[in-house]
């Protein structure tokens, strides 16, 4: 949840003078899109586990967004591409390690924070 108020606090800066954030940072809105990409959160529980999930965050160009360690597992939230999703979910389930989507589309969560 931290990382859903992060997003919010971050857009609501770029909503407030959406001009003044493009021409300070250089950013064109109508370029970046986030329709479809998802939050997933995944827990390793093993060494293994934790090695083939830092294959599959190279080899599929996934994004961290955060990473926790307990006890006894390791939780990382990843930012992840519709175009990817697939086969993510093929490898993980395949490798049995568990995950969960946290976020089902970000486009959604940033448009509502924009019109709130």
């Known amino acids: ?3 859903l108020l992060v997003l919010l606090m971050v857009s609501s800066v770029f909503t407030a003078d959406p001009s003044a954030a493009t021409e300070e940072f250089g ?5 970046v899109s986030y329709s479809g990409f998802q939050v997933w959160s995944i827990t390793v529980r093993s060494n293994g586990e934790h090695k083939l999930l830092r294959q599959i965050i190279e ?3 996934v994004e961290v ?3 926790q360690k307990t006890d006894k597992a ?6 992840v591409a519709p175009q990817v999703q697939r086969v993510l979910k093929v490898k993980l389930t395949e ?4 995950y969960g989507i946290k976020i089902n589309d970000l486009h959604r969560i940033l448009s509502r924070s924009r019109h709130a």
């Open 59 to 61: 080899q599929y160009d």
């Open 95 to 98: 490798a049995d390690i568990s």
């Open 65 to 67: 967004w955060k990473e």
């Open 1 to 3: 949840m931290p990382t």
């Open 27 to 31: 950013i064109d809105e109508k370029a």
């Open 74 to 79: 390791a939780i990382t939230e990843l930012l």
